[in-house]
């Protein structure tokens, strides 16, 4: 399975931004999602999860209220709607995959990743 993520780019504080995570080779339907983030110079950090059908969701609480995470099974896609976007959603964005039904905050529990991609939030 390959994962790959677009939707990235500059936007001004207070913009919105949709990023999709296309995956190919395999269903994803047993897989938990999630995207992730790193900053320069800082650690990879948990944003959002979302369970194999979709009726868990969870969140950072940087980001709450702020994004909203989604799968279309029928696209075997997945999205994170970015809205409000401030400077320090600034980072590299990558989504993620794991053949288990719970979503966890934890990085090196997922065996799928995208490539990245970067979103740049100008204040």
């Known amino acids: 399975v390959q994962l790959q993520a677009s939707g990235g780019g500059l936007v001004q504080a207070g913009g919105s931004l949709r990023l999709s995570c296309a995956a190919s080779?395999?269903?994803?339907?047993?897989?938990?999602m999630g995207w992730f983030r790193q900053a320069a110079g800082k650690e990879r950090e948990f944003v959002a999860g979302?369970?194999?059908?979709?009726?868990?969701?969870f969140y950072s609480d940087s980001v709450k209220g702020r994004f909203t995470i989604s799968r279309d099974g029928a696209k075997n896609t997945m999205y994170l709607q970015m809205n409000s976007l401030k400077p320090e959603d600034t980072a590299v964005y990558y989504c993620?995959?794991?053949?288990?039904?719970?979503?966890?905050?934890?990085?090196?529990?997922?065996?799928?990743w995208g490539q990245g991609t970067q979103v740049t939030v100008s204040s």
């Open positions: 979302i369970s194999t059908s979709g009726g868990s969701t």
């Open positions: 993620t995959a794991r053949w288990r039904d719970s979503v966890t905050r934890h990085w090196n529990e997922y065996n799928l």
């Open positions: 080779g395999r269903t994803l339907s047993s897989y938990a």
